[in-house]
């Protein structure tokens, strides 16, 4: 990377198709490198756009009978829509219709023969149309693309060629100057042995079809869609003498699929050689997403999934998080929709989410909502753990992103986030606040904690700016009109923190498989709504609960299905306008709750923080005077004498009671 400046781009997208999980994934990994990249104060742009010439387009506008322009116009607005809703923010959208494309275009062709490396001659082979090349026979399965599925079509025409073979030397000792250049490494090799075996000089113009960028001098031709596709990297700059060039190229990775490895590893680099232009510093092939097995297709409708559906249901931040976590950047993954909800739960809902909503209850109860002002005097071995974890994950995952593996980054960012849940275990600030003279350790463990609340926040900004923002906001601190990479011990005491919803929600049973169904398209609208609201009640017609035993007893087997935990109250405020109502904030081992319990004729809220009580863990939410319960705490007694249900030793929140 040039100093201070990173360049980054995805591959345009055709426009046959609309933005799919496959396209969303290059352009929401190349946004989080871009957002890491920022958040470091370089001088970021990052590319994207739609490739919108050729022969399959001009097949595909004629399907949907329109002109190749009108289609166009139709399904790049889609793109355009598209970025914004799963947060990506482009620095610029070049689309290879446009006039400054058009001009580079022509540019490079002359540089190109300038150098002697264009003739005319003749094309006699089989033509993908899918993959807009020339396929070899050996590269066919049973007379079809591998690909596409489709047979290829011979094609005779006149071509101009480019002199690819002449590059073959220059090429591969690029590749051994230039080490970084083919990412990941398993990548390269196939690359260097397809180069070796010999390479033949590229058909570069078609005269089959009009939907392209005429041939300097030849009308009769156009450029073919690949040439004309790669320049995009540099037109998109100005070419050479424009001042974003100077600025920018050569670009410091081209993020592509694997499908596109050999364009933009071969003929892209030797094409800019000839041109006279430096190549780009890293091209990264990334692996290939399936959706529950199978390749995302047009023709299998299960496997076209709306990147924008799924935000709407899940949230941006979740999809944005699941795709860049789940798949180590490089491999082939498998999408399903069990995998999404389990990451929701595990890392976002369980660990960032209650991390977020532990801290700020604590806060809100003990210090009045402010932050406190940590004492030297009063800090411990452990919050030097905490700290030295911190900026150990922060420096790890800036390795991670700047190594462009995002898996890696967030996997050291909930090493944080899960080291920060033990350490409100360890330091049992709900001990700390009834114990007098007390005060200055629980200001200090409450500020560590929050601190290393700040810092996971600003770690996982790459991968979701939203979630970020709102830690900030909910924390206090001033919107950042850039992200910053966290420095341990920058949070001000005295800032007021603010609680709220929860950051992410659970996924319950209930909601999950009402999820499961509209995914596969098994809910009829209403009841899939009705269920996507979280409804309690069954629809009319729908099956109950089983009726109970006549006896009334319950088998063990019943009894078992009630999820009895223990569970320490960290926080209890009276519900407004409400004489027996109070709001407990509880800590379950790995996750906080909110219970809205009848106990306030029996016990006053200040008594109540650190008290060790049995809950029913899995008793479906409710609204209580509008208040959020999940769950329910167990108590025996006459409504103004109640007593809690408690333990006569110390045991864990999160244990179960059988
Ligand atoms: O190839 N998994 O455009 P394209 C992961 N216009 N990534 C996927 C994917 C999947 N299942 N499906 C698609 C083109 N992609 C040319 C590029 S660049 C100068 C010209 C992503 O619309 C992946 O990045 O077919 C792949 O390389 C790209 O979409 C192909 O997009």
Redesign the pocket.
Known sequence: MRANRFYVT?????IN?VP????A??TIVADALARYQRARGRDVHFLTGT?EHGEKVEEAARNARLSPRAHADRIVRQFKETWPKLDVASDDFIRTTEPRHAAFVEDMWKRMDAAGDIYLGHYDGLYCIGCEAYVAEGELEDGKCKAHGRAPERRQEPSYFFRLAKYQQPLLDFYRDSPGFIRPESRKNEVVSFVAGGLRDLSISRTSFTWGIPVPGDPAHVVYVWVD??A?YVSALGGPGGELYRRYWPADVHL??K??LR??AVYWPAMLMSAGLPPPACVFA?????VTGK??SKSLPATRISPTALADDVGVDALRYFLLRELPLGQDGDFSYESLVGRINADLANDLGNLLSRALAMVDEYTGGVVPEPDAAAATAGDETLRILAESARDRAAQAWEDLAPSRALEATWELVRAANRYIVENEPWTLRKSPGKEPRLATVLYTLLEAVRVAAELCAPAMPRAAARIREQLGLPQATQALWPKWGDLAAGLQVRRGAALFPRIDKEREQALLAKWAGGLSPSNATRALQGADRPAAGETGPPPAAPDGKLSYEEFSKIDLRVAIIVAAERVKDADRLLKLTVDLGGETRQIVAGIATSYAAGDLVGRRVIVVANLKPAKIRGERSEGMILAAGEKDALALATFDREVAPGAKVK
């Open positions: 995805t591959p345009i997208y055709y198709d799919h999980l496959g396209t994934y290059t490739d596709a790669l995009n592509i699929g499908d596109i364009f933009h990334h692996g290939w997403w399936s390749k995302i």
